[in-house]
Nanobody
Framework: QVQLVESGGGLVQAGGSLRLSCAAS????????MGWIRQAPGKEREFVAAINWSGNSDIYADSVKGRFTISRNNVKNTVFLQMNSLRPEDTAVYYC????????????????WGQGTQVTVSS
């Protein structure tokens, strides 16, 4: 069992930056790949980024590639999402989630989910 708590969301102007954090409980954090997924109002959840257990491999959705960076600290059981050059279309609730299957684009491969943190980007 892993519990995940996201933080760092808020309101930011277009072009600004935010850094999301996801703190995990449990001793097995370092054995999981971690992902960030978002859900905009009225839309389906969509994959954003994922990082493998050691932090040396990552993948991104095309819509955020070059603007967002995922990282992790296995000592502090935390995964981060640095978001730069934010756009109004990035407005969403952002969730972190674990994957025991490695880094994956499919949301069905993610096991444990946090409650989410709201990110709002104004134009």
């Amino acid at each position: 069992q892993v519990q995940l708590v996201e933080s760092g969301g808020g309101l930011v102007q277009a072009g600004g930056s935010l850094r999301l954090s996801c703190a995990a409980s449990g001793r097995t954090f370092s054995s999981y790949a971690m992902g960030w997924i978002r859900q905009a109002p009225g839309k389906e959840r969509e994959f954003v980024a994922a990082i493998n257990w050691s932090g040396n491999s990552d993948i991104y959705a095309d819509s955020v590639k070059g603007r967002f960076t995922i990282s992790r600290n296995n000592v502090k059981n935390t995964v981060f999402l640095q978001m730069n050059s934010l756009r109004p279309e990035d407005t969403a609730v952002y969730y972190c989630a674990t994957s025991s299957r490695g880094i994956r684009y499919s949301l069905s491969d993610y096991d444990y989910w946090g409650q989410g943190t709201q990110v709002t980007v104004s134009s």
